[in-house]
């Protein structure tokens, strides 16, 4: 009687080793399933050439890619921007390009860059504004996209609700680069 209980127990302890092994194989086989390819995907950057034109000087870094509707089945879940600090002027032959990291919910920013533009057929008017900053809207991959311009509404004044939201966001990481500028704008800036 013993050594039927061991028999028995040697058999299930073999039965479940079996099946455990089998359960643990199937799951390491079977692939992850893979975040939808988006095309046009790169990693943000503040630095790209074609946003440092302002220096008047050569850059040496690629260009960004061009602004582009937001594909379906990108998820963002965070927003670089960049932008100048122009108030603080010109320091050593440089100005403040400023770059900022914030992450959160995205609805109000993907809800806010979605917002019709009104018509601009007959509009005889103008709008004097700000430009907004440099904005990427960044996935957990770290691949992101530049948005398309804002909407915009009367006269073509921007609607500012994708970047009142993104700024309503959580700064986590801010970053001030000294960009040097060509002496006549830096002759200009301080007049």
């Not at 028995?8 to 079977?30: N, P, R, Y």
């Amino acid at each position: 009687m013993d050594a039927s209980r061991i028999l028995v127990g040697m058999a299930a302890v073999a039965l479940l080793s079996g099946c455990s092994s089998s359960d643990v194989g199937a799951e390491a086989s079977e692939p992850p399933t893979p975040q939808e390819a988006v095309p046009g995907l790169v990693e943000p950057t503040c630095l790209a050439a074609n946003f440092l034109s302002f220096s008047q000087l050569p850059q040496s870094t690629p260009p960004a890619p061009d602004q582009m509707p937001i594909p379906a089945g990108f998820t963002p879940t965070r927003v670089v921007t960049c932008d100048g600090d122009w108030n603080a002027g010109v320091v050593d032959h440089t100005v403040s390009w400023v770059e900022e990291h914030r992450a959160g919910n995205m609805d109000a920013v993907l809800a806010g860059y979605a917002l019709p533009s009104e018509p601009r057929e007959l509009q005889t008017c103008t709008v004097d504004q700000m430009t907004p900053p440099i904005v990427w809207l960044v996935d957990d991959s770290n691949r992101g996209m530049r948005p398309p311009e804002l909407p915009t509404g009367e006269c073509g004044a921007f609607k500012w609700d994708a970047i009142i939201a993104i700024r309503a966001l959580p700064i986590n990481d801010r970053i001030v680069h000294r960009i040097p500028v060509a002496p006549e704008l830096e002759a200009r800036w301080e007049q």
